[in-house]
Nanobody, 133 residues
Framework: EVQLVESGGGLVQAGGSLRLSCAAS????????IGWFRRAPGKEREGVSC????????YYAASVKGRFTISRDSAKNTVYLHMNSLKPEDTAVYYC??????????????????????????WGQGAQVTVSS
């Protein structure tokens, strides 16, 4: 059974930092695209950052590029989202999501899923991040 469990959310002041963790189990970690998505109140879901180990391929939304960094630890089956210079508009529920890689090299899964062209098959329960001004 695929499981994704987020942790590390909380309340932080603008300009501060947080690190979200996503512990994955039930599948072969390196065979999956794993990404972070968020949904703010009254807004549509946004793909924040998505990553594939196969092609060393990473996608960042324009709104977070230069401030957020995604990283993967294959030894721990964990994906992290390092969030720096947080802004009140980063306030949202953050979800970890995963999808098997396509049977093609250079298929561009991070862009495909984070841009909204496709929806990952597996989702975590979400972690609240609140940034105060």
């Amino acid at each position: 059974e695929v499981q994704l469990v987020e942790s590390g959310g909380g309340l932080v002041q603008a300009g501060g930092s947080l690190r979200l963790s996503c512990a994955a189990s039930g599948f072969t970690f390196d065979d999956y695209m794993i990404g972070w998505f968020r949904r703010a109140p009254g807004k549509e879901r946004e793909g924040v950052s998505c990553s594939s180990n196969r092609d060393d391929n990473t996608y960042y939304a324009a709104s977070v590029k230069g401030r957020f960094t995604i990283s993967r630890d294959s030894a721990k089956n964990t994906v992290y989202l390092h969030m720096n210079s947080l802004k009140p508009e980063d306030t949202a529920v953050y979800y970890c999501a995963a999808n098997p890689l396509f049977p093609l090299e250079n298929a561009g899964e991070p862009y495909y899923f984070c841009s909204g062209a496709g929806s990952p098959s597996y989702w975590g329960q979400g972690a609240q991040v609140t940034v105060s001004s």
